[in-house]
């Protein structure tokens, strides 16, 4: 082999859902918000100014980090924004994850985690969530290098409380604890009110589930000052640019429509609700989601050939083919409609051989 082949670093890179190209179908498989955009992040959209793009934007991120900081309440220099919420937490784990003890995360989640891991060489354990899938806090009594889950967990959907969380840092004051945010607004209990408390932890959000951004590329995190700086130190020595012009505008404009983001999380929850009894009613066991998917099984059919299926009537879920969960189905939450269309290929696959 060529020299020069050694010295390429060897990843197994995290793998999105599908982003399909063809028109009419149902896309259930991102956890992608189904209604648009505030309209103030419309109007923000056609008041930008091209000759603007002339310029590097603000490597500070100034107006965005201020309006977050206003909108949580919180002062700006607890405030760290980037690409996404994936940008926000690979830099998280680059700059707090240094440690020679391995960072604890579930053996069921966000399966990004793994992957920066591996990449940025952080040793890692993934203690086993319990039968029903929750998380048991005496798992991260142990010593370890840093805590990172998300809360809903992903993909079951399940939350944890305050109290969980707290436990959890009053046992791990020695690193640094990640709760990643990123369905919260959909249920759940955010562990904002324990910033005040607890100086090593870091909570993590998204504007592409809740605020129907993802197109956008816009996460944040929220911390005690000294967690900010450091991340931000990480941030200035890898890319002082990361978030452009027209993402600091819309990301500012979307917060100041609260009753609007309310209105479209209210849908998206009741929609969940009753999806939760419809897919009860067709014979799936579905876990207790505070998210806006549900992860749900039938006992009857074989997970992956039910993706098939549901994929050849242009019906788009999420699968994982993976140990304990390879029988379940992650089933975003759509408009209505779009859900009535599945609930219809869910009860016509009792025809088909699956
Ligand atoms: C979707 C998701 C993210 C990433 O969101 P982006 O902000 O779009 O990068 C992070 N964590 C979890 C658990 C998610 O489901």
Sequence with gaps: MKEWKNNIRKVEPYVPGEQPKEQNIIKLNTNENPYPPAPAVCEALKRLDPGRLRLYPDPACGLLVNSLAAYHGLEPGQIFVGVGSDDVLAMAFMTFFNSEK?????????????VWADLLRIPFETPALDEDFRLRAEDYYRENGGVVFPNPNAPTGIAVTLDFIRDILDHNQDAVVIVDEAYIDFGGETALPLLKE???????RTYSKSRSMAGMRIGYAMGNPELIRALNDVKYSYNSYTMDQTALELGAASLAEEDYFCQVIGKITATR???AKR???????CLDSSANFLFAAHPGYDGGKLFQYLRSKGIYVRYFDSPRIFEYLRMTIGRDEEMERLYQALEGAAYENL
Excluded: H, K, M, W
């Design 102 to 114: 391995p960072v604890l995360f579930p053996d069921i989640t966000y399966s990004f985690y793994r």
């Design 273 to 275: 609700e009753r999806a």
């Design 279 to 285: 897919l009860a009613e067709l014979g799936f066991q």
């Design 198 to 204: 607890y100086e090593n932890l870091l909570v993590v």
